[in-house]
């Protein structure tokens, strides 16, 4: 069974910064570093829709085109750990930002595990 628990939303000004973290547990089997990981975010009335993802040794990034230049996914395989660092928000980057495990496939249909979400405010 894995678990993904993300971290790290909140309230920010536009031009502000967050960072997310997602941090995965695994009862049993694969570890951490098998997994490539993701970034997908939800804004109310809208579809799920991809953000970043990162293959299973971090070599390898791809990001949607509205936020490259602007945000940063790594991770820390020791800390079993994705990291989403956002730099100069934007007010339509607000959504619920979820964290997903299983691919570094764009659809979040390919995704196997998610977390729970949390919540981005990018507002004056």
């Known amino acids: 069974q894995v678990q993904l628990v993300e971290s790290g939303g909140g309230l920010v000004q536009p031009g502000g910064s967050l960072r997310l973290s997602c941090a995965l547990s695994v009862a049993s089997g694969r570890s951490f570093s098998s997994y490539a990981m993701g970034w997908f975010r939800q804004a109310p009335g809208k579809e799920r829709e991809f953000v970043a993802t990162?293959?299973?040794?971090?070599?390898?990034?791809w990001y949607t085109d509205s936020v490259k230049g602007r945000f940063t996914i790594t991770r820390d395989n020791a800390k079993n750990t994705v990291y989403l660092q956002m730099n100069n928000l934007k007010p339509e980057d607000t959504a619920v930002y979820y964290c997903a495990a299983g691919s570094t496939s764009m659809r979040p249909e390919d995704h196997d595990y998610w977390g729970q979400g949390t919540q981005v405010t990018v507002s004056s």
């Open positions: 990162i293959n299973w040794s971090g070599s390898m990034t």
